[in-house]
């Protein structure tokens, strides 16, 4: 079986944004980029796939400017096999990319699709949803465990109230929640071969597809910020300031 | 305008966060209808139609939306939506799995967990955690949202919408539900509590939870946690609050043993009053905190229990 996973360049999770003082979008400007983590998680489990013999073959597959090459090769250093790069230039949504990652699917014929949940820069949570719509497979969104069982695999999800366990039809989309599996890191001998792996680049009119959307950015603000309280001295105090000054007990 | 707002219920009843989607169709303006999708959802049709501003309940009662699955809920929303400009769920497990399918359906691209109705096609959302606050424009023709139930208080519950049956049945041979596993529990849920006390990695165990216990009996609270605690095992996913996990608004969040990565402040910023009791004084959450309280947790827990 063949599985395919899309990775998203994102801004490093540990680096505090600035948004650009003209307000039309976050500063991305000599900033740490990195792989999105729940894309991290969606790469490892396609690699154990592989490594337990159910998965053959593991691709790669991003859509973003040309410097996204690099989570690609993150990605072929932590174990996929090869990559291919949609290039494009354009402010890329949920909808673009599912558009994409679906011609990919059938050009490629995996038989599971794996991605994150959610990208944290835009925290959108629609990708995975739209690209099995966009193919008519099933979906198990916000996995934190799956199995494949000959033609059928199980999904447990993490809902609201708990955990729910779905059975799919292969193939079908997976999204990674963070409790699927904790990534590894890439070792330097892994980094030196995955310079040597085949990447495809394509760009969308090489796959019959527009990825511009129809959701226009207006306007990136600052959320109201909090300012910090006081310190209480002790237990007597902090429950005397909740009564008398926050009015909350 | 017209707009469906896809009910959000559990065991039976109909869940608060709904009348907090359909204040933000009032916000969008224009006529309400409310689809109850499930298996034997008679009572929760009777508890939606009476939301404020609805006009009209729809329901699709059948074994095929039973744990309303992604595939055959997608296909029956897609199916009427072709009566509506605007498409409306609870930014819930179910609305985020189920509400994106429905826009790639139709075409279109959705607009996740808004905090606010600038304008019936402009609206408001958090992007990068929270960090930023995002006013986006729709240019399609129907709109897909997911609506973050804090940013939005619940209508009340005055109405006496009409009830009508929906007959189409979506086939589904591709998904099949084999078991849930819901955390049973007392307390109120964490979305909808007016306090909220959460635990971090500081608790040390999950039996240290307990220290957690009285006080939440004493100010009618919920528990919640990090991710950290969550990851360590010591309580279970549902518990998570933060960028990932659930987000929450109440009067009063207490974290405890909580460092306060921003993942984490993510979910629970929004409190009106935020008391942080960590024993590191440098520890982030205090830049956050209206009371931070620089203690032991183990033994400022059991005063506090006491004193309270
Ligand atoms: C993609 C992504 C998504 C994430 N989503 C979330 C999310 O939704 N929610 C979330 O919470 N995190 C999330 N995280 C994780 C987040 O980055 C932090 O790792 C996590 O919040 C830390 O949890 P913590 O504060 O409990 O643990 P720590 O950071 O380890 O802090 C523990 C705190 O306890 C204090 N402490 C220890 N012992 C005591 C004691 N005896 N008395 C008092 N204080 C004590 C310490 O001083 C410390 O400040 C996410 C991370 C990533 C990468
Ligand atoms: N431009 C992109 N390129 C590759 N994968 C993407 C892209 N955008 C989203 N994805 C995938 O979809 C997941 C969820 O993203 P989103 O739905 O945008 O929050 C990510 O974790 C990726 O796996």
């Known amino acids: 079986m063949k599985v395919l996973v899309a990775v998203k360049r994102v801004i ?4 505090k944004i600035r948004v650009k003082p003209d307000h039309s979008d976050v500063d991305l ?3 740490k980029m990195a792989m999105n983590p729940f894309c991290e998680i969606a790469v490892e489990e396609a690699v154990r796939l592989k490594e337990k013999g159910i998965a053959t073959e593991v ?3 991003t859509i973003g400017p040309k410097a996204a090459q690099e989570q690609l090769r993150t990605a072929l250093a932590l174990g996929a096999d090869r990559a291919i790069h949609v290039e494009t230039d354009e402010r890329v949504e949920s909808l673009g990319a599912a558009k994409a990652l679906a011609r990919l699917v059938e050009e490629e014929q995996p038989g599971l699709v794996i991605l994150g949940k959610q990208a944290i820069d835009t925290d959108n949570n629609q990708t995975g949803q739209m690209l099995a719509a966009l193919t008519g497979l099933p979906q198990g969104t916000f996995a934190s465990e799956i199995k494949v069982e000959g033609e059928k695999l199980q999904v447990t999800r993490e809902v609201d109230g708990g955990l729910q366990t779905v059975e799919l039809s292969l193939p079908a989309i997976v999204t990674a929640d963070l409790r699927l599996n904790e990534p590894r890191y890439a070792k330097l001998p892994d980094i030196m071969k995955a310079k040597k792996k085949p990447l495809d680049v394509k760009t969308p009119a090489d796959l019959g597809i527009e990825v511009a959307s129809k959701v226009k950015l207006l306007k990136v603000e600052p959320p109201a ?14 429950i005397d300031k909740l009564k008398n000054e926050a009015k909350v007990l | 305008m017209s707009i469906l707002v896809l009910a959000e219920h559990h065991d039976g009843a109909l869940a608060g966060a709904t009348a907090h989607v359909v204040a933000a169709a009032q916000a ?3 006529d309400i209808d409310i689809l109850v999708a499930g298996e034997g959802v008679g009572a929760i049709a009777e508890a939606a139609a009476k939301l404020d501003g609805v006009s009209r309940v729809r329901v699709a009662d059948h074994a095929a939306y039973a744990h309303l699955l992604a595939e055959p809920t997608a296909a029956l929303i897609a199916e009427l939506a072709g009566d509506y400009t605007h498409l409306l769920a609870c ?3 179910t609305g985020k799995n189920v509400l994106p399918r429905v826009a790639a359906l139709k075409d279109v691209g959705q607009i996740s967990e808004i905090i606010s109705v600038e304008s019936p096609d402009t609206f408001k959302r958090p992007i990068y955690a929270g960090n930023a606050i995002a006013t986006v424009q729709s240019e399609d023709a129907l709109k897909v ?3 973050r139930a804090t940013g939005f208080d619940a209508v009340g519950e005055g109405g006496s919408a009409a009830i009508e049956a929906v007959d189409f049945v979506a086939d589904n041979a591709q998904s099949t539900f084999v078991k849930e596993e819901l955390a049973k529990s007392d307390r109120p849920e964490l979305g909808a509590a007016k306090v909220v006390i959460s635990g971090g990695r500081g608790m040390g165990s999950g039996e240290n939870f307990t220290l957690l216990d009285g006080i939440a009996d004493k100010l009618g609270a919920a528990i919640g946690a990090s991710r950290a605690a969550v990851d360590a095992g010591f309580v279970p996913n549902d518990m998570q609050v933060g960028q990932t996990g659930k987000i929450v608004a109440p009067e009063l969040y207490i974290a405890v043993g909580i460092s306060g990565a921003i993942q984490h402040l993510a979910g629970m910023k929004d409190s009106k009053v935020i008391v942080a ?3 590191d004084e440098e520890a982030p959450i205090f830049q956050v905190a209206d009371y931070g309280l620089v203690a032991d947790l183990f033994q400022a827990l059991p005063e506090l229990e006491e004193k309270l």
């Open chain 1, 12 to 15: 490093d999770y540990n680096v």
């Open chain 1, 29 to 31: 400007t000599n900033v």
């Open chain 1, 59 to 61: 691709v790669a597959v």
């Open chain 1, 225 to 238: 910020e909090r300012k910090g309280g006081v310190k209480v001295g002790s237990v007597d105090e902090l």
């Open chain 2, 28 to 30: 969008i303006g224009g």
């Open chain 2, 91 to 93: 930014a819930s497990t």
């Open chain 2, 145 to 147: 949202i997911t609506v």
């Open chain 2, 277 to 279: 009791i960590n024993k």
